[in-house]
Every structure is written in structure tokens, then in C-alpha cells.
């Protein structure tokens, strides 16, 4: 009898696409072991009517998954690992990072109208406080509306409440097949990603060696340091709000390039900032860029903010 893992997975569409996904690249790697998925709601799927800025909950979107890892009723949880806090529960890890994904937003607009020709007072949706500074930064006469729900839910909302168009993430959509609903993919210079944006993360028991074992045959150690710089620099500068930052680092040449953005609500300051440096010092260069940005101004936005 080959041993059985248990996979725990939020329930929605692009949740279990992306814990397949992980599945089917440790079966590759793992013949020894079979794979059962065992989908979890969050609170994050459940309060689906108020804005994620204003739940301010950390771990939204994962705290039930640690909790059955916690009580070992399942062997790991697969998350997107822009969703999941800088600070884990005691005796929690994030054991591997799988290649990144494209890490861009996309504009999904009526008609497939660019962003830079979207009309005056265009309503927008996004549920991201960092898409809706950057936005506004370049488009202060757009309207920006929250809108909710996992990607289907705000699909369909984008044709029933009337958007002209929305912004997610260029991963969400290409996972679901979506590929032709995209109008444009965003450059870094307009919308600066979220912090571990397209790539998936999996977390474990600390001391569980045998699952450690298994999970690491998937680990992409270049995106594994990209993301521990943009987290390092998330966990220096955030205190308990959710608040306008993007960072994006990636590795050319053999070193690491990082790049983030502070910004505030209305989009009229935008601070933003970029470093190069040695890929081991990955958590150094997050702290370095994250000492800098709050060096211009940064410290004032979140202090504002909160
Ligand atoms: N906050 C929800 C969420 N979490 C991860 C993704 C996209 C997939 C990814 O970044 O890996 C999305 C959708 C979105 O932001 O539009």
C-alpha cells in the first residue's frame, strides 16, 4: 500500500486548480506516495460582502488550513503565498515555493479597452488597496470600487454591476484558462505586484521530516529567494493594517534585482525604489530597500494610514 498525504486546499476554483497543480508535480517526483485533497473553507471565502481592507484580518485566507495542520488532520496546505502572513504560528513552516507564475496584473476591461483609453470617470474594480493607489496615481479620474469574491464571482460582477473594467492577477486568470478575457497585462512601472505574487507556497509542520522530504522536491530555489526579499521587506515595514505596498524581485546575471513601492490611499504620493545585491542576502535586501523607502517618506503614508 503506497502512503497516502493529505493535501489541504481552499475550495475555490482557483484554489483547487493550483493544489492539482502541486499534486501532479510531486506525483512526478514522488512515485512512492498517492495524494488526497481535502478542501477547507476560510473565513476570507466565507465574509465574501465587506472589503478585505476593512476585515484588516491577518491570515484571512489561511488560518483554517493551519489550524487542521495544527490538529493533523491534514499533511500540508498549498496557498498562494501572497495570501499568507510574514509571521507563521509557532511550528508552522513555509517548506518550498514552486516557480513563479507570471507575476503582473491584467486589466480586464468592457470591450477590450487599454488601460491609458479607458474614458474619463471610468469605474473601475479592485479589491486591492495597492492596485487602487497605483491606479490612481496614474489615473486620478477614475472611479475605483471594491469588488469581492473569488475570480469568478468577480467576473460575472464586472458584467452585473456595471464595471468597465477590472484588475486581478495575471496568475488567477491564466490558471483558470481565462487567457482570452485579458485586455493587458500591467508593467511593473504602472502596478508594482503584491508581495509573493504567482508563485505558490506550501506549508508543514515544522518537524514532520518525512513530509519535508517529499515537499522539498518541488521548492524553485530562485523563486524561493525572490519572495523571502519582497516578504522581508513586507514584515519591516507593516504593523497589523493592510496598506499600499508592492514589491517584485527577481534574479538576472547571477544577482538579485528588487524593486517596491509605498504608496498612499489617494495615489498622490508614491514612493518607490529599487536595489541590487547578492542573492544569498536576499533578507538583507528586503530590509535594506524597506529601510530606504520608509527613509523617504514611507514611515509618514503608514503612519497616515493607520
Ligand atoms: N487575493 C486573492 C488572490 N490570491 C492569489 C491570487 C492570484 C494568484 C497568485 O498571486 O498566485 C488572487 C487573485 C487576485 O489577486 O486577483
Redesign the pocket.
Known amino acids: 500500500m503506497k502512503k497516502c498525504i493529505r493535501v489541504g486546499s481552499r475550495k475555490s476554483q482557483?484554489a483547487l486548480w493550483q493544489s492539482e497543480f502541486v499534486i501532479s508535480l510531486l506525483k512526478e517526483r514522488n512515485p512512492e506516495y498517492t495524494f488526497e485533497l481535502i478542501p477547507i473553507s476560510t473565513k476570507g471565502d466565507k465574509l465574501l460582502d465587506v472589503a478585505l481592507s476593512k476585515i484588516g484580518d491577518k491570515g484571512l485566507?489561511t488560518k483554517e488550513l493551519e489550524n487542521a495542520l495544527l490538529e493533523n488532520r491534514i499533511d500540508f496546505a498549498v496557498h498562494?503565498?501572497?495570501?499568507i502572513p510574514t509571521v507563521l504560528p509557532e511550528g508552522l513552516i513555509i517548506s518550498a515555493i514552486t516557480e513563479r507564475?507570471d507575476?503582473r496584473d491584467v486589466l480586464i476591461s468592457k470591450n477590450m479597452v487599454l488601460f491609458d483609453d479607458l474614458p474619463k470617470g471610468a469605474k473601475v474594480g479592485t479589491s486591492?488597496l495597492r492596485r487602487r493607489s497605483q491606479i490612481l496615481n496614474k489615473r486620478p479620474d477614475l472611479s475605483i470600487e471594491d469588488i469581492r469574491g473569488n475570480?469568478n464571482t468577480r467576473l460575472k460582477k464586472m458584467e452585473t454591476e456595471n464595471f468597465d473594467a477590472i484588475v486581478?492577477?495575471a496568475?488567477?486568470v491564466e490558471?483558470l484558462g481565462w487567457h482570452d478575457k485579458i485586455t493587458q497585462k500591467l508593467d511593473f512601472s504602472l502596478s508594482l505586484p503584491?508581495v509573493?505574487?504567482?508563485?505558490?507556497g506550501i506549508e508543514t509542520r515544522e518537524n514532520d521530516e518525512e513530509i519535508l522530504k517529499v515537499i522539498d522536491t518541488i521548492n524553485h530555489p530562485e523563486t524561493n529567494s525572490c519572495v523571502t526579499a519582497e516578504r522581508s521587506l513586507l514584515r519591516y515595514l507593516e504593523g497589523g493594517c493592510q496598506i499600499p505596498i508592492g514589491a517584485h524581485a527577481l534574479i538576472k546575471d547571477g544577482k538579485m534585482f528588487i524593486e517596491a513601492m509605498v504608496a498612499s490611499l489617494d495615489g498622490k504620493i508614491l514612493i518607490r525604489d529599487n536595489l541590487e545585491g547578492n542573492i544569498e542576502d536576499a533578507k538583507e535586501l528586503g530590509i535594506t530597500l524597506a529601510e530606504k523607502l520608509k527613509a523617504q517618506g514611507a514611515v509618514k503614508i503608514l503612519e497616515e494610514i493607520r
Open positions: 482557483l485566507f498562494s503565498m501572497k495570501d507564475h507575476s486591492s475570480l486581478i492577477a496568475a488567477g490558471r503584491a509573493g505574487q504567482g508563485a505558490l
